[in-house]
């Protein structure tokens, strides 16, 4: 394997604790529209590992 087969690191959207003050509005925009659509497929997750959970117990019962 060489050097030039590694993929190249992807770029941190978003980091939690980072200093904010040097960013811009629309780069701190930018960041609350990351962060939401994450919240939003953390959700969905929650709620797919949830469904999945009570059709599991209630096969079970």
């Given at each position: 394997?060489?050097?030039?087969d590694e993929e190249p690191k992807r770029r941190v959207a978003h980091e939690i604790g980072q200093e904010l003050s040097l960013?811009?509005?629309a780069e701190l925009d930018e960041r609350i529209g990351i962060l939401r659509a994450e919240i939003t497929r953390?959700?969905?997750e929650r709620t797919h590992?949830?469904?999945s959970k009570?059709?599991?117990e209630a096969l079970f019962r």
């Open positions: 394997m060489s050097l030039f960013l811009s509005v953390l959700e969905e590992k949830g469904s009570l059709a599991a």
